[in-house]
C-alpha cells in the first residue's frame, strides 16, 4: 500500500500542485478580477447593470440570436457577458455594470486565468479536462492509501519534530498537512472530478440516452430545452430590470445569470437562473418569461435525487454558497494541500537520497521539478499580479500575452532549477516568489492600480485583502526561503 | 500495473453505462439513471486500485475486474437499447 501512496503521490504530484494552486487561487476569483480591472467600483444595483448590459448587447450585436450577461453581485464588480449569431459565432465581453459597455482600461484575463488553469490546464479541449480528472482520481487513491499507510495518523497529528530535520521533519510536516485538513483534501479532490463528470464519465449519459445526447443535455438544463422556433415577426423585448425582480420573488432566490433566446422576435425567452444562495447546491433552477409580453411562463421542477446529489457536490467545490470565513477556511484548506503535497514530494528525494551514491537521471529530474514546479507555479501565480499590471494596455491579445507569461515564469522556474545546486535553487526561487508577491502590491499601486492604502482609507475591503494577501504570501516565501538557505 | 488501471476505469465505466441503462426500467427517470450512474462510478474509481494494492498480486484482482466487465458488458449488451 505504501508503494501506491508514494507513486501515485510523485506522478501526479506536480500536476495536482499546479491544479491545487490555481484552484486556491480561484476561491478569490471575483476579488482577483476586482484587482485586475481598477476602474470598476462595486455596484449597488444589479438590475440596472443587467438591463444596460442587455440594451448594450442588442445595440452592439444586432444579429445576436441570443445572449447571456451574469449580474453583478457583492463580489463580482464586472459582468461576464456572451453571444452568438446565427451562424454559431460566439463574442465574449466583461461589461462595465454602470454602462453596459465593454469594461474600459486595459483587457484581462483577470481571475479567469487561474480558475480556467484549475481545470484546463490550458490545453485543447478535452485533453486538459481529462488530464485534471486523472490527476484528482490518483490524488484520491494517494489519500486513502496515504490513511492506511500512515496507521499512526491521528497521533503523528500532534507530532511535529522540525528540529530533528531531514527525513523525520519532511515526514512529521506531511503527516500534519495531511491530517490537518484530510477531509477537505479528500472532497475537494472527489467533488473535482465531479464538477467534469460528463468529461471523465459519459458513460451514464450513454446508458440512459444512447446517442441522442441532445436528450440528455435537454432533460439536464430544463429551463432552456424545448425554446420556440423564431416567428419571424418583430417585437421589441420587455425591459430585463423588472423580470428579474419577478424572477427573485418566483425562484426564491439571487440571479446567477439571464439568458435571452432570439431577442427582438415575438418567440424571445428570457430565462434568469437561480443561483445557490442559501443553499449549498449549484442550482438548475429557472424562470422563464416571454420576452415579448414579459409574462412568466414556467419554472423547472425541482430536481430529483441523483440529481441533487450531483448539485450539491457540484456546489460543495465551487464554493459559491460560502461566506467570507468560509473562503478563507477554503483558502487555507487549499494551501494546507499545496503544503502537503510539496512536502510529500521533498520526502521522496530526502528519503532516498543518502542511498543514492550517484543520483541517476530519474531522481535528478525529480528533484528538479520538486522546486522548479512548486516555487515555479508561486512565481507564476505572483507574475501575473505583474504582467496585469505592467503589459502595454494596447497590446493586442492582452489576455493571451498574460497566459504566456505565466507559463514562461514556470518554464524559466523549471529551467532555473536545472541550472542550479538543489538547495540553492529552492531558496533563490523561493526569494524570487516572495518579491514577485511583496511587489505586486507595489507595481500595482505605481503603475494606474489603486494603491492599498487608498483602499484602505475608501473601505475596498476586497481590494485591500487582495493586496494584504499578496504581502502576506511574500513573507511567507520570505521564510521559506530563508529555512531553505540555512538547511 | 497500467493493465489494472485500465481494467479499474472500464469496470467504473461499464457500472455506469449498466446503472443508466437498466434504472429508467424500473421507472427511474432517464437523467437520474444517468446522474446515479456516474455518481457511483465516481466514487468506485479511486475506491478500487485499494484493494488491487491489498492483494499480493496484482493480477487476481485484474483478472476479477476483466470477469466484472465481461459480465456488465454482456448484460448491458442484453438489455438493449436505451428505454
Known sequence: ?487 | MVLAVGANYALCALVAAAAGRWLPRLGVARIEAAAAGDLVAIVLLPVIPIFVFAARSAWRPTLAMGGAIAALALAVWAMGPPA
Open chain 1, 1 to 487: 500500500m505504501s508503494w501506491l501512496h508514494t507513486w501515485t503521490g510523485l506522478v501526479c504530484g506536480w500536476l495536482v500542485f499546479a491544479i491545487f494552486a490555481t484552484g486556491t487561487a480561484s476561491v478569490f476569483k471575483p476579488e482577483i478580477g476586482a484587482w485586475t480591472r481598477p476602474v470598476l467600483a462595486a455596484q449597488p444595483d444589479p438590475d440596472a447593470g443587467l438591463q444596460r448590459a442587455a440594451d448594450a448587447i442588442r445595440r452592439e450585436h444586432p444579429d445576436a440570436v441570443s445572449f447571456t450577461v451574469a449580474p453583478p453581485d457583492g463580489r463580482a464588480r464586472d459582468m461576464e457577458s456572451y453571444w452568438s449569431d446565427a451562424k454559431g459565432v460566439f463574442g465574449q465581453a466583461w461589461r462595465d455594470p454602470a454602462t453596459g459597455a465593454a469594461v474600459a482600461g486595459p483587457a484581462t484575463s483577470g481571475g479567469e486565468l487561474f480558475y480556467r488553469f484549475h481545470f484546463e490546464l490550458m490545453a485543447p479541449y478535452p485533453y486538459g479536462r481529462l488530464a485534471a480528472c486523472l490527476a484528482a482520481a490518483f490524488f484520491v487513491s494517494a489519500i486513502v492509501s496515504g490513511v492506511i499507510t500512515h496507521k499512526r495518523i491521528f497521533a503523528d497529528f500532534f507530532t511535529f519534530r522540525p528540529a530533528k530535520g531531514g527525513q523525520r521533519a519532511w515526514l512529521d510536516g506531511h503527516n500534519l498537512l495531511g491530517v490537518l485538513a484530510l477531509p477537505f483534501h479528500l472532497f475537494i479532490a472527489l467533488t473535482g472530478v465531479v464538477t467534469l463528470i460528463t468529461t471523465f464519465m459519459p458513460f451514464g449519459p450513454v446508458g440512459a440516452y444512447g446517442k441522442d445526447m441532445a436528450a440528455f443535455y435537454a432533460d439536464a438544463e430544463p429551463a432552456t430545452a424545448h425554446l420556440p422556433a423564431a416567428t419571424g415577426r418583430p417585437a421589441p423585448l420587455a425591459p430585463v430590470a423588472p423580470l428579474a425582480a419577478a424572477a427573485r420573488a418566483s425562484l426564491h432566490g439571487d440571479i446567477l445569470r439571464l439568458t435571452v433566446d432570439k431577442p427582438g422576435d415575438a418567440s424571445a425567452r428570457v430565462i434568469f437562473f437561480r443561483d445557490n444562495s442559501g443553499a449549498v447546491s449549484k442550482s438548475t433552477q429557472a424562470a422563464v418569461f416571454d420576452g415579448a409580453t414579459g409574462a412568466l411562463l414556467s419554472a423547472p421542477p425541482p430536481p430529483g435525487p441523483a440529481m441533487a446529489t450531483y448539485e450539491f457536490l457540484y456546489g460543495l467545490h465551487m464554493a459559491a454558497f460560502a461566506g467570507p470565513a468560509l473562503r478563507w477556511l477554503y483558502f487555507l484548506g487549499g494551501l494546507s494541500g499545496c503544503g502537503l503535497i510539496a512536502t510529500g514530494l521533498v520526502l521522496w528525494t530526502v528519503a532516498r537520497r543518502r542511498k543514492l551514491a550517484r543520483p541517476h537521471f530519474g531522481f535528478r529530474l525529480v528533484e528538479v521539478l520538486n522546486a522548479g514546479v512548486v516555487m515555479g507555479m508561486a512565481m507564476a501565480v505572483a507574475g501575473f499580479f505583474w504582467a496585469c499590471r505592467l503589459l502595454p494596455a494596447g497590446l493586442a491579445d492582452r489576455p493571451g500575452a498574460e497566459r504566456h507569461v505565466f507559463l514562461a515564469t514556470l518554464a524559466a522556474a523549471i529551467l532555473y532549477s536545472a541550472l542550479r545546486p538543489q538547495r540553492r535553487a529552492w531558496a533563490e526561487l523561493a526569494s524570487a516568489a516572495a518579491v514577485l508577491f511583496a511587489g505586486a502590491p507595489l507595481v500595482s499601486a505605481l503603475s494606474g492600480g489603486r494603491s492599498l492604502w487608498r483602499s484602505a482609507a475608501t473601505g475596498d475591503l476586497a481590494m485591500a485583502s487582495v493586496d494584504l494577501t499578496l504581502l502576506a504570501l511574500g513573507a511567507g516565501f520570505a521564510f521559506i526561503a530563508a529555512r531553505a538557505a540555512r538547511s
